[in-house]
């Protein structure tokens, strides 16, 4: 058993990386180039790894289950980029955005890791502007900057509403030179199917070419896994369709400790689900909140005539309409952290506030009208328009709202066939990351030798909430700026080894193991489609492991998806064939892993009986429905090794101390 | 937008086994999808049938399904991305289509782009090109200037950024009637040549990118502006024009 | 000079000199026009300038190989690059929408082309090799034919006959098409496109596409109607 050692370095907490770094073992630039590091996922973490890795001169092979390293999911994120510059004069500093950080996921991520995110976050900015991330500027040609929820300061650096995809771009151009250098060899469609352990060091992987359909085997000297978050397992998310937990789950599988897995983030501004047959949840940016004013209305009366279509949102007059972030968090507002708008935002609708038109009415507004008017006047002032008419200041306003946010409101009209500048948007929580992943030391090493974990697939950033542009700051921060540190102490005492050969045992089992899980899929004279188990899963956790959890919906959940699991290796129906193309395929292997990591997810959520960030016990809520930690028994992190089936996983404690903060109640009133 | 209505339809979908082998378009009949299903929505729940009717599901690329990633392709009714401006494939909606509307479903056309199966073509030819050039030539070092030090000029900042928004989803390509892959150059060549950082190596990176562009075999633009109207990110002709100046003062000045 | 060849050899250069050649042509189809449109007004200008174009060196030995090489260059890269861009997709589209998104001029600019390279033997057989042979084989550089100029004479000659002004007709409404694309096109090639100006050369491509070819038929209607 390998036993939980952070490997967090001594020293002020300002000066940890930095010793860190100055005490860590290097490998020579001769050296790096008898070196193999295989990097699974492409997406900001991965792609940054794997270009910097490759930069320095190690030998990488890169792997993405996409047609194109490009396409990772990280270019979905929207609204920006935390890094502490301070350009504003706001007063933000490192420590700031370290404090921040801490105290929006609730008291429950590692101080030291923050600490550190926080320090090179101004990096990053620099590093992607050098690379052509053509970030907003103001007219004097210098950066520009909005704020995000859950913070006082701005310092969100934003590339219009496609900030994730300006900084993947930036990561792809990165690597696509070192992959015209040939320091990168890229493989896309290739899915990591397993991990490979020589002598309890990972060594390599098998990967299945979802093109051919051929099993390869890939050694190296370290294996990164930057495959992501794993919210799929609710099938209806934010992330996009083939985002797995596969690779985080088979090294968990073969040692890996998976940590907290029940933090995940129901995201307060996605567009409200339309029906049955919906594939995926829209995330509309947070970013939208800064100038969207969240309410429904104040009578029931209302609410019912505006599910039934007999009423509109603009008809409510003002006085009717309760701005419930606004009434509870008076300081804070509309800009409270994710999950306590979430949570919110589902109190409303519970008690039957909720605006939806679907059968469940789920959906709050997220109303422009006030920014409207009010970017309008000041519009019509800057112009020198005297005594506008309120149709002036309106057309004003909605050209400003447009350069804001222009890409989101039509992409909400598109989805919806509502005009957002006309009526308020209806927005709805939904599944979008998962601060839960991976266990991971200092040095982002999981509990396998040489075998790395980074960007959402870790669990160590966020604690139990993530704050808005936190994301792409984290992955880019492993990626770019900490990894290709810290591989280099592990990666010092193999400069002799010579390459990993692919003609051992242990290569041989892994992918006998693979084969035959696939021939079993193939073979299967099952009746039922894999989506047809990944509904079922998905609406288990929705209704019992979702926004809020109780004891009981979590026993019930865990033998439910169990149930599903058994049913599941029995009735699966896969058409088509294990030699070529087969998008049937790779989605039963990930269902069957999610399968598992459902069950373990409310088995971790059952067994940390407190309320903290997106985790919330119904069991543990003040009068008013906050949140309630319980410090005492749970300043740690959750720790699950494999032991085959979920319910023999065993629970291991980091505990968490916080030397530089003070533990307090989240209070954003 | 109460006024549900679902729509029965004809599909008219090619089918390929694999790159080598020869398709044929395949008639199938769908009923009762939503006017509020994505279009995508509507082939998921064409190929649950095919799996419950024992048949093999139709294979075509997506992924994020919020028109960002550039997987989904299909050419929809002769258009990339399907009717409809400003979309990709994923946003397009069924309210779109009327019942019983016969709809064609095809794969991107193009050799430089082949078919690998039914609607699923190889796009690394885009990968290629962009391994040619289309980077700045800056290590990931940290250890760069700060980001304030060169203001940039908002216009050029912003024309940047509208160039950097392809999604390098192949339309352009598959819309072209010849093929061409300009529009995609273009757009990052723009991008980096209108940035004081990308202008250093501007005039290589435009040569270097073309080159490729040319061996991968796609066509040559005319400048029928197609590729423009049909671009989900409404990448402009703009850009073609900055790739042919950046391309000629370029072979002058190499 | 090899990257001269190598530029000229590039997808972007050969659409260079493709832009370049139209430039010319649509350059020299101006001039044309401006001339042929004096005999609207009777034979006295038009014989002069015809004339003076036909007999100078400058105009024969320098401008006219430019304009050969032109118009050759223009029709020989054209059918080079129509075969490169129609192998460029070798399974073509069971249904394909071009009408969405561009015009029908664009899109055929080949067979616009074509239609303008069967006048252009016409016309060469017209004019431009009776020319040929009367100045630079029998030797003849008067320009004389009974006395007078012939070069009016001949022009209100060809156009009494009433399948040719149809075939002469049919042509410049091709090639207004060939230009309602081509004109605007040449401007974006050479990389000469953006939101202040391009606006202006598209209404200028427009007036030109459809003026000078107008202007062209009416010449050839007039002397077909009027007899003289």
New interface residues.
């Given amino acids: 058993m390998a036993t939980l050692d952070s490997r967090i370095p001594e020293g002020p907490i300002a000066d940890k990386w930095t010793n860190h770094k100055n005490n860590i073992k290097l490998v020579n630039p001769a050296n790096k180039r008898s070196i193999d590091v295989i990097v699974v996922g492409t997406g900001l973490a991965g792609g940054s790894a794997a270009a910097t890795l490759a930069e320095l001169g190690y030998n990488v092979k890169a792997f993405c289950y996409q047609d194109s390293p490009r396409r990772a999911h990280s270019i979905a994120a929207q609204g920006g980029i935390n890094a502490a510059k301070n350009y504003q004069g706001d007063g933000d500093s490192t420590y700031r955005l370290f404090y921040d950080t801490v105290k929006g996921g609730d008291y429950r991520s590692r101080e030291a890791n923050v600490y550190r995110l926080a320090e090179v976050s101004t990096n990053i900015i620099d590093q992607c502007v050098a690379q052509g991330v053509p970030f907003a500027r103001d007219y004097g040609g210098l950066l520009d900057n909005r704020s995000f929820g859950g913070v006082q300061v701005s310092r969100t650096f934003y590339a219009k509403g496609q900030t994730g995809q300006q900084l993947l771009l930036g990561c792809y151009s990165a690597m696509s030179r070192q992959i015209g250098k040939g320091k990168l060899k890229m493989y896309n469609r290739h899915e990591m199917l397993d991990l490979v352990i020589v002598d309890g060091k990972a060594r390599g992987i098998i990967a299945r070419n979802l093109v051919t359909g051929e099993i390869e085997r890939h050694s190296a000297h370290a294996v990164v896994v930057g495959s992501g978050g794993y919210g799929n397992v609710f099938f209806l998310s934010t992330n996009a369709m083939g985002s797995n937990t596969s690779a985080a789950w088979k090294i968990h599988q073969r040692g890996a400790y998976f940590a907290n897995p029940c933090f995940t983030q129901i995201h307060p501004t996605c567009i409200p689900q339309h029906g049955e047959q919906q594939s995926k949840l829209t995330l509309m940016s947070e970013s939208l909140r800064n100038d969207g004013r969240i309410w429904v209305p104040a009578k029931k009366e209302d609410a019912e005539a505006v599910r039934a279509g007999k009423l509109k949102p603009t008809d409510i007059a003002e006085e009717d309409r309760d701005y419930y972030l606004e009434r509870r968090y008076p300081s804070f507002g509309n800009l409270t952290p994710r999950d306590v708008a979430s949570r919110a935002a589902k109190e409303r609708c519970d008690a039957g506030f909720g605006v939806g038109t679907n059968e469940t009415g789920e959906a709050v507004y997220l109303d422009f009208e006030s920014a409207i008017m009010r970017y309008g006047q000041e519009d019509a002032n800057v112009k020198g328009v005297h005594n506008p008419s309120q149709e002036q200041i309106r057309q004003l306003g909605e050209k400003v709202i447009e350069t804001k946010y222009g890409n989101l409101f039509q992409m909400y009209e598109k989805i919806t066939a509502d005009n957002p500048y006309k009526t308020p948007m209806k927005i709805y929580p939904a599944v979008h990351y998962t601060m839960g992943g991976v266990w991971c030391d200092y040095n982002l090493m999981t509990t396998i030798p040489g075998c790395y974990a980074i960007g959402e697939a870790n669990f160590s950033d966020h604690g139990a909430n993530r704050l808005g542009a936190s994301a792409l700051m984290q992955g880019l921060a492993d990626g770019y700026f900490v990894l290709p540190y810290t591989i280099g102490d592990y990666l010092a005492d193999d400069i002799r080894t010579g390459a990993i050969p692919t003609d051992t045992p242990e290569f041989d089992e892994a992918e006998k193991a693979v084969q035959e899980r696939i021939e079993f899929f193939i073979n299967n004279k099952g009746s039922k489609s894999v989506d047809h188990f990944h509904k079922r899963l998905g609406k288990v956790m929705w209704n019992k492991v979702g926004m809020a959890r109780n004891e009981k919906g979590l026993n019930e959940a865990i033998e439910e998806i169990r149930q599903i699991r058994e049913e599941f290796w029995k009735e699966v129906k896969v058409p088509g064939v294990a030699d070529g193309i087969n998008p049937e395929l790779e989605k039963a292997g990930r269902v069957a892993d999610f399968l598992e990591l459902g069950e373990l997810f409310a088995r971790d959520a059952l067994e940390r009986e407190e309320s903290c960030g997106g985790h919330f016990r119904e069991e543990h809520q003040s009068d008013e429905g906050e949140a309630v930690r319980d410090d005492k028994k749970f300043t740690f992190v959750s720790a699950w090794e494999y032991k085959g089936e979920p319910s023999d996983a065993i629970l291991h404690k980091e505990p968490l101390v916080y030397d530089n903060i003070e533990l307090k109640t989240r209070s954003y009133k | 937008?109460?006024t549900h209505k679902n729509l029965n339809l004809t599909l008219?979908v090619?089918r390929q086994?694999?790159q080598k082998a020869k398709g044929n378009?395949e008639t199938y009949q769908v009923s009762d999808?939503?006017t509020?299903?994505?279009f995508?929505?509507m082939m998921?729940?064409l190929n649950?049938q095919?799996?419950?009717e024992?048949?093999?599901?139709v294979?075509f690329?997506?992924?994020?399904?919020?028109?960002?990633?550039?997987?989904c392709s299909l050419?929809i009714?002769?258009?990339a991305h399907g009717?409809g401006r400003?979309?990709t494939t994923c946003?397009l909606?069924m309210?779109e289509f009327n019942d019983g509307d016969t709809i064609?479903i095809?794969p991107w056309?193009?050799?430089?782009f082949p078919?690998?199966?039914d609607l699923?073509v190889?796009?690394?030819a885009?990968?290629r090109i962009?391994?040619?050039?289309?980077?700045?030539?800056?290590?990931?070092?940290?250890n760069?200037?700060?980001?304030?030090a060169?203001?940039?000029?908002?216009a050029n900042?912003?024309k940047?950024?509208d160039a950097?928004?392809c999604?390098?989803c192949g339309a352009c390509v598959a819309?072209c009637?010849?093929?061409?892959a300009?529009l995609f150059v273009s757009a990052k060549v723009s991008?980096?040549a209108l940035?004081p950082?990308?202008q250093v190596e501007s005039a290589e990176r435009a040569q270097n990118m073309?080159?490729v562009?040319?061996e991968e075999?796609?066509?040559?633009?005319?400048?029928?502006?197609?590729c423009e109207?049909?671009c989900p990110k409404g990448i402009s002709?703009?850009n073609?024009?900055?790739?042919?100046?950046e391309?000629?003062s370029g072979?002058v000045k190499? | 000079m090899s990257w001269v060849k190598q530029t000229f050899s590039s997808s972007i250069g050969r659409k260079f000199a493709m832009a370049l050649s139209a430039l010319f042509l649509m350059f020299f189809l101006l001039q044309h026009f401006a001339i042929n449109f004096t005999s609207v007004f009777g034979d006295k200008t038009f014989n002069e300038i015809s004339h003076f174009m036909g007999t100078n060196p400058l105009v024969q030995f320098a401008l006219q190989p430019v304009l050969i090489f032109a118009v050759v260059y223009h029709f020989a890269m054209g059918f080079v690059l129509e075969a490169k861009n129609r192998g460029a997709r070798s399974v073509k589209y069971a249904k394909n929408n071009g009408a969405a998104n561009s015009t029908w001029f664009s899109r055929n600019m080949i067979y616009s082309g074509l239609v303008i390279l069967a006048f252009l033997g016409l016309h060469f057989y017209d004019f431009w090799i009776p020319e040929i042979n009367v100045k630079y084989i029998q030797g003849d550089m008067s320009g004389m034919h009974n006395g007078e100029f012939r070069y009016y004479e001949e022009l209100v000659h060809k156009f009494q006959d009433p399948v040719r002004v149809g075939m002469y007709v049919l042509s410049f409404v091709l090639l207004a098409m060939h230009l309602l694309h081509g004109f605007q096109s040449a401007f974006q090639s050479v990389g000469a496109n953006h939101s202040k100006y391009t606006p202006l050369i598209k209404k200028l491509g427009n007036i030109y596409a459809i003026a000078i070819p107008a202007g062209f038929i009416f010449i050839a209607l007039f002397h077909h109607l009027t007899g003289h």
């Fill in positions: 937008m109460s008219k090619w086994k694999d378009m999808i939503s509020d299903s994505s995508l929505e998921d729940i649950e095919l799996i419950n024992g048949k093999e599901p294979a690329d997506h992924d994020c399904r919020e028109g960002i990633c550039g997987t050419y009714n002769g258009e009717p400003e979309i946003q909606h309210r064609y095809e056309r193009a050799n430089a078919v690998i199966k699923m190889d796009r690394t885009f990968d962009m391994a040619a050039g289309g980077f700045i030539s800056v290590n990931t070092s940290g760069t200037v700060d980001a304030n060169i203001p940039i000029e908002k900042a912003d940047a950024m950097a928004t999604i390098g819309t009637k010849n093929s061409s300009m991008q980096f940035l950082q990308g073309v080159k562009m040319d075999g796609f066509g040559n633009c005319s400048n029928t502006g197609a109207v049909e002709l703009e073609i024009a900055r790739l042919n100046r391309y000629l072979s190499k």
